[in-house]
């Protein structure tokens, strides 16, 4: 698995969107999103797997946020809409080889992109 680097987060008001990138992802990885709060521990927010399915959210985000890929351009993406304050965290994708939600089973983490949500 090469170097994962995330993007495209920012503050953004409630009720607004934000899709993430995540480059480098490995076409036979699944890939994961995960998000960590000031004060708190790493959290899942969604897998994919490397053929784009099957897919699994965390309830906190069920209905709010989709992951898909790309896979012709190693890219992972979260669509992030109706944001509340709750979701702002450092968002961070990673691989695993198998899907998973637990955060040890998963490879190197990067260096994440801050998604803020005003209220």
């Known amino acids: 698995q090469a170097q994962l680097i995330e993007s495209g987060g920012g503050l953004v008001q409630a009720g607004g969107s934000l899709r993430l990138s995540c480059v480098g992802a490995?076409?036979?990885?699944?890939m994961g999103w995960f998000r960590r709060a000031p004060g708190k521990e790493r959290e899942f927010v969604a897998v994919?797997?490397?053929?784009?399915?099957?897919?699994v959210y965390a309830d906190s985000v069920k209905g709010r946020f989709t992951i898909s890929r790309d896979n012709a351009k190693s890219t992972v993406y979260l669509q992030m809409n109706d944001l509340k304050p709750e979701d702002t965290a450092v968002y961070y994708c990673?691989?695993?080889?198998?899907?998973?939600?637990?955060?040890?089973?998963?490879?190197?983490w990067g260096q994440g992109t801050q998604v803020t949500v005003a209220s």
């Open positions: 990673n691989a695993v080889l198998s899907v998973s939600e637990n955060p040890e089973n998963y490879l190197s």
């Open positions: 490995s076409n036979t990885y699944n």
């Open positions: 994919i797997a490397w053929s784009g399915s099957p897919t």
